[in-house]
Antibody, heavy 118, light 106 residues
């Protein structure tokens, strides 16, 4: 069973850049799966951010596209998210997840809370 | 953007009740609809995909139906472990979640 673990700073200053990493264990990030980021805030519920395939194919939420970078590091079996120009509205629990072969969010990390505040 | 609207927002029910949650899409999404269960402090858990396919390991009391723009999640006999928040999510184009339905104890 694949396991995912998010890590990154829990506090980011407004206008700064949020950077998170998801380490994958129990499976290879170079498998046929896609890998995704989802966030959850009290005000906006669950929001899909972006997803990536190890081949380099990427899909991004159009509402966040200009601020989102997603990447894969095969050597470390992990993938990462950066979100630039953050505001308080980006405060949320951020989850990484693996898509199943049927392209739904099948395995999730435990989530990491990121607060945007000075 | 495809908007997803769930109803009701909150549902009060008792153990053994049959429970139905509705999810409507702002445009047709074919059968590209998933349902998730989330408990406080935990990540969502996949229950149903492709509108009606039960994820492996999920109890058969959970079922999904619908296509196009209207979908339902049914719990045939509510169990104590089922009190949680349920989300629908379309994956026809990008991914959008509904706002959630909290199933609470009556």
């Amino acid at each position: 069973q694949v396991q995912l673990q998010e890590s990154g700073p829990g506090l980011v200053k407004p206008s700064g850049t949020l950077s998170l990493t998801c380490v994958v264990s129990g499976g290879s990030i170079s498998s046929s799966n896609w890998w995704s980021w989802v966030r959850q805030s009290p005000g906006k519920g669950l929001e899909w951010i972006a997803e990536i395939h190890h081949s380099g194919s990427i899909n991004r939420n159009p509402s966040l596209k200009s601020r989102v970078t997603i990447s894969v590091d095969k050597s470390k079996n992990q993938f990462s998210l950066t979100l630039s120009s953050v505001t308080a509205a980006d405060t949320a629990v951020y989850y990484c997840a693996r898509l199943t072969t049927t392209m739904v969010l099948g395995d999730w990390g435990q989530g990491t809370l990121v607060i945007v505040s000075s | 953007d495809t908007q997803m609207t769930q109803s009701p927002s909150t549902l009060s029910a008792s153990v053994g009740d049959r429970v139905t949650i509705t999810c409507r899409a702002s445009q047709s999404i074919s059968s590209y609809l998933a349902w998730y269960q989330q408990k406080p402090g935990k990540a969502p858990k996949l229950l149903i995909y492709k509108a009606s396919s039960l994820q492996s390991g999920v109890p058969s009391r959970f079922s999904g139906s619908g296509s196009g723009t209207e979908f339902t999640l049914t719990i045939s006999s509510l169990q104590p472990d089922d009190f949680a928040t349920y989300y629908c999510q379309q994956y026809n184009r990008y991914r959008t979640f509904g706002q959630g339905t909290k199933v609470e104890i009556k």
